[in-house]
């Protein structure tokens, strides 16, 4: 029998509503799911209800939430200020294909918080906005490559959906001919010499990069490769584009690039940004660069760089985002998260090393990470290629039948937000070192 079993067991007894639903669900919808990464065998869990850092599923169970709907609710769930905004903007316009002043005073918001961007444009999802990017990018400058990252995910969309999903060189999705992902160069992950050797040797539009990967459960890039990408990208002519969809306004108000002190020519945004429960997209940055998509300046079609949509930049988003970035600007929230992490880090660690388990620890500020790999990982490469599948699996449905979710069965991360305090950090550090007794009397590893 394998370790997880028994808790695979005890988790059918204790789901049996998801289970129905989701018999129903596959019926209707592919997979029966609307992004794999929620999928969980043999069912995932079908939640009713969500407040704080708790969501209780339909058939009663309540969780600590570590995913907080993909690290978006940095508040937690149903915040007072912004659900209340959100009420008020239902009542007096919600979606008006119109220009409204929400949406400037968001845009003069991201201003403020992230320095490097001097202009902003709001699409509706983090993919979108990465698409619109990659356009911008390749106006711009006038070239094609894009280079992109090893295992950093920015979205579905084509030209980025590439070493994505491990092995990195086979497709990381059916439907993406070579001619249509051709143009995408890869480049390793916290590797310097790697990844300038290659940059130096095409002509890149931009570099995009994820600085904290959530595919390398949030072990982040180093500093000095971050420098370096900065000074190869100036080198060769190729913008930079940090992808800042989890990472913005969480890890300080002005993001990642805040804590690097390196600045990128384009952010990417997403998730924090629509309050954390709208769906919403931003790409910003220089001017320079931006003013390319100014129908103003570029009348003509095919000299202006497109970017629009229905929802862009709709009221009841850009409220809802304004709202929760209010609430961000001081700093004070990722603060206390910030050390929240670096006490969450402390507990897992010695909680491994007393469970004898095999795992490093990894992450930054509110995110974090657990890895079952041979070696202390550093990129998403070492995270996919040597976690123990089947051990991280094991620890996930024995989270669950003791009422903690994450995701993913595989790579073991957690993001923290303004409900979780020490006892939640506890007793995930408790649950580890159990786990890792367990894991230890049952399984030689
Ligand atoms: N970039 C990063 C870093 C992300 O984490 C995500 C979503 N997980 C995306 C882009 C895509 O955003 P969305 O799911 O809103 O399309």
């Not at 695979?8 to 209707?28: G, W």
């Not at 992109?148 to 070493?163: P, V």
């Not at 160069?185 to 931009?206: E, T, Y």
Request: proline share 5%.
């Amino acid at each position: 029998m394998a370790l997880r079993d028994k808790w695979v067991s005890r988790y059918l007894e204790m789901t049996k509503k998801s289970e129905a639903l989701f018999r129903r669900a596959a019926q209707s919808i592919p997979g029966g799911v609307n992004y794999p990464l929620r999928y969980l065998a043999p069912h995932p869990l079908y939640a009713s209800r969500a407040e704080g850092c708790y969501f209780w599923d339909v058939d009663g169970n309540r969780y600590v939430d570590f995913w907080m709907g993909h690290f978006a609710l940095i508040m937690g769930h149903a915040y007072r200020k912004v659900v209340e905004a959100a009420k008020e903007q239902l009542e007096l316009a919600a979606h008006l294909g119109l220009e409204h002043e929400w949406e400037i005073l968001l845009a003069e918001q991201v201003k403020k918080m992230v320095r490097s961007v001097e202009q902003v444009r709001f699409a509706n999802s983090g993919t979108e906005a990465n698409m619109y990017a990659v356009r911008a990018v390749r106006t711009y400058t006038g070239r094609k490559e894009i280079g992109k990252l090893e295992g950093c995910w920015h979205g579905g969309y084509d030209a980025l959906h590439k070493a994505v999903s491990y092995p990195f060189d086979a497709p990381s999705s059916a439907g993406l001919p070579e001619e249509v992902t051709g143009l995408t160069v890869v480049l390793p992950f916290n590797d310097v010499d790697g990844a300038v050797k290659i940059i130096r040797s095409r002509r890149l539009a931009a570099v995009f990069v994820e600085l904290v990967p959530s595919q390398g459960a949030f072990h982040p890039a180093d500093a000095e490769f971050v420098k370096a990408l900065r000074e190869v990208c100036d080198e060769t002519g190729a913008l930079l584009v940090f992808d800042e969809v989890i990472t913005g306004f969480r890890l300080s108000p002005g993001g990642a690039q805040e804590l690097y002190g390196v600045y990128p020519d384009l952010t990417i945004f997403g998730k924090i940004l629509g309050g954390g429960f709208m769906p919403m997209g931003a790409f910003g940055g220089r001017s320079e660069i931006m003013e390319h998509l100014d129908q103003t300046k570029y009348t003509k079609p095919s000299e202006r760089s497109f970017h629009g949509g229905t929802y862009a930049g709709n009221p009841l988003a850009a409220r809802c985002g304004y709202t929760l970035l209010r609430e961000l600007e001081s700093g004070e929230v990722q603060e206390r998260l910030n050390r929240l992490g670096e006490y969450a880090r402390k507990k897992l660690g010695e909680a491994v090393e007393r469970s004898g388990l095999k795992a490093y620890v990894t992450g930054i500020g509110s995110l974090l990470g657990l890895q079952f790999t041979p070696s202390p990982p550093r990129s998403p490469r070492d995270t996919l290629s040597g976690m123990d599948r089947e051990l991280a699996e094991a620890l996930y449905y024995y989270m669950l039948v003791n009422g903690v979710y994450y995701i993913s069965p595989h790579v073991p991360h957690f993001g923290l937000s303004a409900p979780h305090t020490e006892e939640h950090v506890d007793r995930l550090a408790e649950l580890v070192e159990e786990f890792g007794r367990i894991a230890g009397r049952e399984r030689r590893y």
